[in-house]
């Protein structure tokens, strides 16, 4: 019993040494590690929290910024893009239509291609103010406005100046085919006069009347019988290039069909004038009309046979092919040639109208000379009046195919000659009833020339037209080439955004890799540290106190506990 009293109190003694052990311990700095087995646990717990806060920081941090670059991509550089892709191509649409409604033909021609050009313009203008509506260069959008208002503007001067020009060319066709007729009916009121009272001028009446319907045969032969045909082939080209370069980029088999039907209609055309030029012999003389076709099968052949660029474009929809159908840009060469060759067959034919004029006004002029010196007062002022009605409808017929203002000038010179000379004329065949019907006819087509509306002024009015035309089309085409470099601009500039979005992307997910993995390496290591720190302080411990309550259990009173260093339970 007193073994008993003297170890427990034994016991005793050696708590309260481990109470003050653990006192002193706590006054000498120990306080700032947790001297409980709670403070400890709540520490390691601490340790895991703030590594997942920081890990959770670190990837928010990452999610903001890919998220701010990619809605820059989504929500700025790719309408951009598109928007640049867009302009361009509407501005594409523009010029080609625009240029086709220059050489219409037509009122028709020209009111649909107005209708299509329209189209295009205000889908442009649509694109334009969807890009000016996101913001994003509202310098480039203010620039891009003005300008296809400015387009808009000359393209329907363009319109309307070629609607004057078709009219111009209209009025001055009827009036030339009037005057033809005029002439006519002259011819014919003056012979029979002249053949009664003039016999002794029959035969030079009778050659200058030959010579003159030959030579005016020959320029309707050359003239309408032949530049009208090659002024419609040319028209018809323009419109099989644009069939086959619809055919070729045709989406659905019913727009390649209907781009067949265009280029066959075309080709139909153009068939029809080939022969009728053929059939021409005057044009024949001129022109090498076999050459003109054989260059015509050449570009005609693109649209032809099982291997056209149609039926390659409907294997290729079909995908029963792998060969890609041939660009439109290979076809030019072909198509260029036999344009080359279009217009020199105009400028033949053109040229050796003026020629045909000439001569005939020169052999007029001969036969003019030589009338004056056999005929006398009364009648045989008819002979003189009828080569002046002659030559003036030999001028007039020539004046609309004048090339330029210039070329206008002799004609107009040698036709106010003609009109003082007609007037002599008449002052010589007084008030003579006999022949008043062959002056009233002879003054009517003398007035072809006179005034606003004479053949001369439609001429010149028509080439103005044309000038202004051209020039509205080069203003047209400048403008909407800007308005391209523009689009380039955008798209250049949206694509190095797009990279330099892309690449901060990727170095953000780089630097948060590193970064998490920085993290979670330092936690896992804070952690390990933790846990090997409570290992140490309370495993230890813990296990020797189980040795010395084991030992005190088998009745070693005298084992010695462990220094206390803490106050855990």
């Not at 929500?75 to 302009?87: D, R, S, Y």
């Not at 105009?346 to 009338?371: C, F, K, P, Q, Y």
């Amino acid at each position: 019993m007193r073994r008993i009293n003297a170890d427990g109190k034994h016991l005793t003694e050696k708590k309260r040494e481990m109470t003050a052990v653990a006192v002193k311990s706590r006054e000498s700095g120990g306080f700032l590690i947790p001297g409980t087995i709670r403070g400890k646990l709540f520490l390691v717990f601490g340790i895991i929290i703030v590594s997942a806060a920081i890990g959770a920081v670190v990837a928010q941090r990452a999610n903001v910024l890919v998220h701010t670059q990619l809605s820059l991509i989504t929500e700025g550089n790719l309408p951009a893009l598109v928007t640049a892709h867009k302009i361009s191509e509407a501005t594409t649409n523009i010029r080609n239509v625009s240029a086709a409604m220059a050489t219409a033909a037509s009122e028709s021609a020209l009111t649909s291609r107005w209708v299509l050009l329209e189209h295009h313009i205000e889908a442009a203008k649509s694109i334009v103010i969807a890009y000016s509506d996101t913001g994003v260069d509202e310098a480039t959008a203010s620039d891009l406005k003005k300008q296809m208002a400015e387009v808009g503007h000359l393209t329907a001067q363009l319109a309307s100046m070629v609607g004057l020009r078709l009219k111009l060319a209209d009025e001055l066709r009827r009036s030339v085919q009037t005057l033809a007729t005029e002439h006519s009916k002259f011819n014919e009121a003056i012979r029979p006069l002249i053949a009664k009272e003039l016999a002794f001028l029959d035969s030079t009446s009778e050659r200058v009347i030959s010579n003159t319907k030959t030579t005016m045969e020959r320029l309707n032969e050359i003239s309408f019988r032949g530049l009208i045909p090659v002024l419609s082939i040319n028209a018809q080209v323009v419109k099989m290039k644009e069939s086959l370069r619809k055919g070729s980029t045709a989406q659905t088999e019913e727009l390649i069909d209907s781009a067949w039907e265009e280029f066959v209609g075309a080709s139909s055309v153009i068939n029809r004038n080939i022969s009728e030029l053929k059939n021409n012999p005057a044009v024949n003389a001129v022109v090498d009309t076999d050459l003109l076709a054989e260059h015509y099968k050449l570009a005609q052949a693109f649209g032809m046979g099982d291997e056209s660029l149609f039926e390659k474009r409907r294997r290729e929809l079909a995908g029963t092919t792998s060969n890609p159908v041939m660009p439109v840009a290979s076809i030019e060469k072909p198509f260029k040639n036999f344009e080359r060759l279009l217009r020199l067959s105009i400028t033949l034919i053109r040229g050796e109208t003026v020629t045909v004029g000439i001569d005939l006004n020169r052999e007029i002029s001969s036969s003019l000379t030589a009338m004056k010196s056999v005929s006398v007062d009364g009648y045989g002022a008819l002979l003189e009046m009828e080569a002046l009605g002659n030559r003036a409808a030999g001028i007039l017929t020539v004046a609309p195919f004048a090339g330029n203002i210039h070329e206008l000038e002799p004609l107009r010179l040698e036709l106010l000659e003609t009109n003082e000379e007609f007037e002599a004329v008449l002052g010589r065949i007084g008030e003579n009833k006999d022949v008043s019907g062959a002056v009233e006819l002879a003054k009517k087509m003398m007035t072809f020339g006179k005034g606003e509306r004479s053949v001369l002024d439609l001429r010149a009015n028509e080439l103005q037209a044309l000038t202004k035309v051209d020039d509205l089309l080069f203003r047209t085409n400048t403008l909407t080439n800007q308005m391209s470099s523009i689009a380039a601009g955008i798209l250049t500039i949206a694509r190095q955004q797009t990279d330099a979005a892309a690449t901060a992307v990727v170095t953000s997910l780089h630097s948060s890799r590193v970064t998490m993995s920085l993290t979670v390496g330092l936690s896992l290591l804070a952690i390990f540290g933790a846990v090997v720190y409570v290992n140490r302080s309370l495993g230890s411990r813990l296990s020797a106190f189980s040795n010395a309550a084991l030992a005190l259990a088998g009745g070693n009173l005298t084992v010695k506990l462990p220094e206390p260093a803490g106050q855990d339970e």
